[in-house]
């Protein structure tokens, strides 16, 4: 069973810095991990977006509403990520949710997400 772990989230104000991280439990019948990655969703019911993603091979790539002040990494635990925020602004808040793109041995690909954490950023 695939299980994702983020933490992180809280509430801050304008220009502080916020770090989450997200960790994946994966079951031993994946072939690979071809991403993980960060969406944000602002008011419940509204579409996801993209923030940022690592992929395999070490490649990221970051939302150009949010580069310069957003990046994200691999972490220091197997299957994991973390996502650095600086320079928060209020238009950051939102409830941020981590998903793992996993392909598994039966070649079946699947997109996992975690249960999210709230950012709150006040002025």
């Known amino acids: 069973q695939v299980q994702l772990v983020e933490s992180g989230g809280g509430e801050v104000q304008t220009g502080d810095s916020l770090r989450l991280s997200c960790t994946a439990s994966?079951?031993?019948?994946?072939?690979?991990?071809?991403?993980m990655s960060w969406h944000r969703q602002i008011l419940l019911g509204n579409q996801r977006a993209l923030v940022a993603?690592?992929?395999?091979?070490?490649?990221?790539d970051v939302a150009d509403s949010v580069k310069g002040r957003i990046t994200i990494a691999r972490g220091d635990v197997e299957n994991s990520v973390v996502l650095q925020m600086d320079n928060l602004k209020s238009e950051d808040t939102a409830e941020y949710f981590c998903?793992?793109?996993?392909?598994?041995?039966?070649?079946?690909?699947?997109?996992?997400w975690g249960q999210g954490v709230q950012v709150t950023v006040s002025s």
């Open positions: 994966l079951p031993g019948d994946i072939l690979s991990v071809n991403a």
């Open positions: 998903a793992i793109d996993i392909t598994h041995e039966s070649c079946l690909r699947k997109v996992y």
């Open positions: 993603s690592w992929y395999s091979g070490d490649f990221t």
